[in-house]
């Protein structure tokens, strides 16, 4: 049911986390030099994660969050958020994504009602990231090791188990929560058009986009639009294409039976002479190269089933 190394979730994929009577699973996140960062992505569960090595910067909501290990981060249904990393700096993290009505937010009693819906719907909201200094950490560090334990050895009632924890952990951080109410009107409108963009961007990468093509869907002029992404994806519009492009087609090329400008063509580069470029620039070695590694890769740069949303 479960590999012991996944890779994490990325764009809000049209992927099912778990399966559907037990919508869990876990991810490990390796990121370094070869695969620098997790793009901006959403889905409809939560994710509970462990900083487990190194340090990253989490982008969470149109905010920065700087995280190292040790560090738990909470990120709820739907909720935009990337991971990036300087250069020179690895970092490990497991990552639990569950959906909420695996804990019954679906139901009708007061732990729904008064709890876990309005979390879905971004009504109470958790700390998002919760360090060493943080009242509640020696708790809920043990009870995501709790978890990992369950997880792992899948005794007789394991599933119970983490349900359980999932609860506790959501019952340690309520204290700490905030009302809703808390996000201007203009922060929600701007979420909403940089997902419509990145889900855009996810379905039709493989063709030709433009700035004026982009910016007409957020009803911004092109110079707006660029300033707009830039300041809360962190890279060029143009930058985030291309590299949307080469991890697609290194997914495609480690999965083997396609010849290098048959993936190039399919991920939208329609010059070879600069995907070769650009796939050198980012992964180190030519497609070919990548091909002979691929099988010793601790893991690919990138799911393909990926789309914009889950």
């Not at 969470?60 to 020179?88: C, N, R, V, W």
């Not at 291309?242 to 329609?270: H, I, P, T, W, Y």
Request: net charge negative.
């Amino acid at each position: 049911m479960k590999s012991d190394f996944e890779l994490s979730p990325s764009q809000k994929e049209q992927a099912q986390h778990g399966e559907k009577m037990f919508p869990l699973k876990r991810y490990i996140t390796a990121l370094s030099d070869l695969y620098p960062a997790v793009t901006a992505h959403w889905h409809e569960e939560a994710e509970l994660t462990l900083i487990t090595d190194g340090s990253c910067t989490y982008h969470i909501h149109l905010e920065t969050y700087e995280a190292q290990a040790g560090d738990l981060l909470f990120i709820p249904p739907a909720e935009l958020h990337s991971i990036s990393m300087k250069p020179g700096i690895e970092m490990k993290s497991t990552t639990y994504v569950f959906h909420m009505d695996y804990l019954n937010a679906d139901s009708a009693d007061i732990c729904a009602v008064k709890y876990l819906t309005p979390i879905s719907r971004h009504s109470l909201m958790l700390p998002y990231i919760i360090k060493e200094d943080h009242p509640v950490y020696p708790e809920l560090v043990k009870v995501f090791h709790e978890m990992e334990r369950a997880y792992s050895e899948m005794q007789p009632g394991y599933e119970l188990m983490l349900k359980a924890l999932l609860l506790y952990a959501t019952a340690l951080l309520v204290p700490y929560r905030e009302t809703e109410n808390i996000r201007p009107q203009l922060e929600n409108e701007h979420t909403a058009k940089l997902k419509l963009v990145l889900e855009y961007i996810s379905e039709h990468y493989a063709e030709d986009l433009t700035i004026p093509q982009l910016s007409k869907l957020c009803f911004f002029s092109e110079y707006h639009f660029m300033r707009f992404f830039k300041k809360y994806v962190g890279i060029s519009c143009l930058e985030y294409i291309k590299n949307l492009r080469l991890e697609k087609a290194a997914s495609r090329l480690a999965q083997g039976g396609r010849s290098v400008l048959d993936v190039s063509m399919s991920c939208g580069f329609s010059n070879l002479s600069y995907f070769y470029r650009e796939f050198k620039k980012k992964y180190g070695m030519t497609p070919k190269q990548f091909i002979r590694e691929a099988p010793s890769l601790p893991f690919l740069p990138h799911r393909e089933n990926s789309t914009g949303r889950v």
